[in-house]
């Protein structure tokens, strides 16, 4: 059975830094491609983060200021928040598309999803 564990979210003043973990268990060796996902407080979740065995995508909105690793032999994914701003605020999940070379198009190719981590940003 695959599991992912995001950790590490908490309150973070603006302007300040944070790392985000995800912790993947079970049958990840086709764990091809792994995000990072924002969700703010009723909107819609999005990318901030793709990464792929080699490849490293961020989304323009967070460009500059996030950055993400993988750690293939602990299987761990993070996340880098720096100059946290008040619009980061909301729920992180990451996320494994399982299978396939491709990269992903959307969120609906992920078919492994951590419960989330909040992030709470003091202005």
């Known amino acids: 059975q695959v599991r992912l564990e995001e950790s590490g979210g908490g309150l973070v003043e603006a302007g300040g830094s944070l790392t985000l973990s995800c912790v993947s268990s079970?049958?990840?060796?086709?764990?091809?491609?792994m995000g990072w996902f924002r969700q703010a407080p009723g909107k819609e979740r999005e990318d901030v983060a793709i990464?792929?065995?080699?490849?490293?995508t961020i989304a323009d909105s967070v460009k500059g200021r996030f950055t993400a690793s993988r750690d293939n032999r602990e299987n761990t994914l993070y996340l880098h928040i720096l100059k946290a701003k008040p619009e980061d605020n909301g729920t992180f999940y990451c996320?494994?598309?399982?299978?396939?070379?491709?990269?992903?198009?959307?969120?609906?190719?992920?078919?492994?999803w951590g419960q989330g981590t909040q992030v709470t940003v003091a202005s």
């Open positions: 079970g049958d990840t060796e086709n764990f091809n491609y």
């Open positions: 996320a494994a598309k399982g299978g396939g070379w491709n990269p992903p198009e959307g969120l609906s190719e992920y078919n492994n």
């Open positions: 990464i792929g065995r080699g490849s490293l």
